[in-house]
């Protein structure tokens, strides 16, 4: 079964630096998709970045990119130039390759704090 | 586009009543609904994988004689919680899968006095 590890259970950054939180994960599978997830206070769920398997690049967005290790099994989620509203609880999460009935697998959380 | 929404956003009820919960994809279809429960500061829990036209399947652990799910058109799944008790107080997401990606309702609070 393919399981999620974050290992940080909370982090802090100041205003305009940059964070790196954590993701390892653990599959048979070669071909899969990763998400990193931003959950605010408001408990909306919104994507953060995607980043498929198959694609050995590195997955941007904007000030969010990601460092993908495929053989190490880690998915690394990095903001630059913090915000005050990137302060949210970020998931990390996991699916199979394929149709929409796949489920998505979380990690247990990072909880992101940006100090003024 | 690709928006999820979840009705009602907070619903307080007596212990021992029925109460159902609407998840809406508004400007998609979607053969594949997910429900999700968290607690606080806790990661999503999945409860069930809901298909149109047929049977739920329930995650392990999950009563499906209390957790009710109908996913009765390709943008309507309901979450039914019957006989509610306070344990059963929490906030519950829903999702819709739409190509690899799944877009999430924004959650329902619900109280169980």
């Known amino acids: 079964a393919q399981t999620v590890t974050q290992s940080q259970p909370e982090m802090s950054v100041q205003e305009a630096e940059t964070v790196t939180l954590s993701c390892t994960y653990d599959t048979s599978e070669s071909d899969y998709y990763l998400f990193w997830y931003k959950q605010p206070p408001s408990r909306q769920m919104i994507l953060v970045i995607r980043q498929e398997a198959y694609k050995q690049q590195n997955a941007t967005e904007n000030r969010f990119s990601v460092n993908f290790q495929k053989a190490a099994k880690s998915f690394s989620l990095k903001i630059s130039d913090s915000q005050l509203g990137d302060a949210a609880m970020y998931f990390c999460a996991y699916r199979r390759f394929g149709g929409a009935t796949n489920k998505l697998i979380f990690g247990t959380g990072t909880l992101l704090a940006v100090q003024p | 586009g690709a928006v999820v929404s979840q009705h009602p956003s907070w619903v307080i009820c007596k212990s021992g009543t029925s109460v159902k919960i609407e998840c809406r994809s508004l400007?998609?279809?979607?053969?594949?609904m997910f429900w999700y429960r968290q607690f606080p500061k806790q990661s999503l829990m999945l409860m069930a994988t809901s298909n149109e036209g047929s049977k739920a399947t329930y995650e392990q652990g999950v009563e499906k004689d209390k957790f009710l799910i109908n996913h009765a058109s390709l943008t309507l799944s309901t979450l039914t919680v019957t006989s509610a008790h306070p344990e059963d107080s929490s906030f519950y997401i829903c999702?819709?899968?739409?190509?690899?990606?799944?877009?999430f309702g924004p959650g329902t609070r619900l109280t169980v006095t």
């Open positions: 999702s819709a899968s739409l190509i690899y990606e799944q877009y």
């Open positions: 400007d998609f279809q979607a053969t594949t």
